[in-house]
């Protein structure tokens, strides 16, 4: 069977939803919840943004890449004729938004259009994939916790799946104890892709990013 792959307005909506899930690094109760005064300013895009997370109550600021801001952009001219204040409206009357439950299904999706399990992706690969990046190109770990807004530096490690001998020390960082002056903290282990620490939490392949970029004609083929 020949998938023409989805109509235009929904394939627009779902690169923005995935550009910015990735760029945001968020947890899906925050992405869905995202207004677009949070994302816009008039008809351009922000190049950067701050929430508050419903987790912890505190803020936390991520950029916004050209790719994504593009992505948006595209996306406003329909998403303006809904009247939503959400860029991700749903299209139950009773919810403004998506929901975290619409939110995995669309992940869920994108994978298996690339042939890949879907059991092994969900919404917290959106929100590993640049993390892993930003600490495999810099190994700044501190950097990334502050991008995910942990409160705990060993949270971090947890959720990047780091490896190595550094993780007990990084343990210590969280007690009362604390490393002297001399000795960096951000020289942790290698990051482990092959064990996410938890399920559904692979990262993202860039051949996704490829497919949803697709024009819909070409999509299944």
């Given amino acids: 069977m020949v998938n023409s792959g989805p109509p235009r ?3 627009e909506q779902d690169l923005a939803i995935f550009n910015l899930a990735i760029d945001s690094k968020l947890r899906g109760c925050d992405l869905v919840k995202l207004r677009l005064e949070d994302i816009c300013s008039g008809t351009n895009a922000r190049r ?3 929430i ?4 912890t109550g505190r803020p936390v600021q991520f950029e916004i890449s050209e790719q994504s801001r593009n992505s948006v952009e595209a996306w406003l001219p329909m998403l303006r004729t809904t009247g939503s204040r959400y860029p991700f409206p749903s299209r139950l009357h009773a919810s ?5 439950r619409q939110y995995a299904r669309l992940v869920h999706r ?7 399990e879907s059991t092994s992706y969900g919404t917290h690969s959106m929100r590993r994939t640049k993390a892993a990046q930003i600490y495999r190109k810099t190994g700044n770990l501190r950097a990334v916790q502050l991008l995910l807004g942990h409160t705990k530096l060993e949270s971090t490690v947890r959720y990047l799946g780091i490896g190595g ?3 007990e020390y990084c343990r210590g960082l969280t007690s009362d104890r604390r490393p002297p002056a001399s000795t960096p903290v951000v020289a942790f282990g290698p990051l482990t892709t092959t064990s996410p620490p938890r399920t559904h939490s692979r990262l993202i392949p860039t051949q996704l990013r490829m497919a949803l970029t697709a024009p819909p004609s070409a999509a299944g083929n």
């Fill in 9 to 11: 307005n929904r394939a």
């Fill in 48 to 50: 950067r943004a701050t």
């Fill in 52 to 55: 508050v997370q419903k987790k």
């Fill in 165 to 167: 001998r550094r993780v």
């Fill in 96 to 100: 403004p938004h998506i929901s975290t």
């Fill in 110 to 116: 994108w994978v298996q259009s690339i042939g890949l």
